[in-house]
């Protein structure tokens, strides 16, 4: 398994940013996928999670009508759309499979850092 988060960057409150992930080393479509976050000091968090076929979206209640999960079965990435974005939703994005959490694996994942 190989995860990859790209697009993280520095917005202002109340802006817009998306992140990506691209996955590698098992069969994407197959798999529901799950954004995470890590703030600083704070344990990481779950965010969303979308089903395999994109027809199921779960997400934490203090993202929800703000985040947007997708994802292109064909490109095997799964994408974070955020708005609305909080000083507190600064953190470390990750992705992963909610199936494979027990291997420990996680990527580098990538910074969105909210500040005016």
């Known amino acids: 398994v190989q995860l990859v988060e790209s697009g993280g960057g520095l917005v202002q409150p109340g802006g817009s940013l998306s992140v990506s992930c691209a996955a590698s080393?098992?069969?994407?479509?197959?798999?529901?996928m799950s954004w995470y976050r890590q703030a600083p000091g704070k344990e990481r968090e779950w965010v969303a999670t979308?089903?395999?076929?994109?027809?199921?979206?779960n997400y934490a209640d203090s993202v929800k009508g703000r985040f947007t999960i997708s994802r292109d079965n064909a490109k095997n990435t799964v994408y974070l759309s955020m708005s609305s974005l909080k000083r507190e939703d600064t953190a470390v994005y990750y992705c992963?499979?909610?199936?494979?959490?027990?291997?420990?694996?996680w990527g580098q994942g990538t910074q969105v850092t909210v500040s005016s």
């Open positions: 080393g098992f069969t994407f479509s197959r798999y529901a």
């Open positions: 992963n499979v909610p199936t494979f959490l027990s291997t420990g694996y």
């Open positions: 979308i089903g395999s076929t994109a027809i199921s979206k």
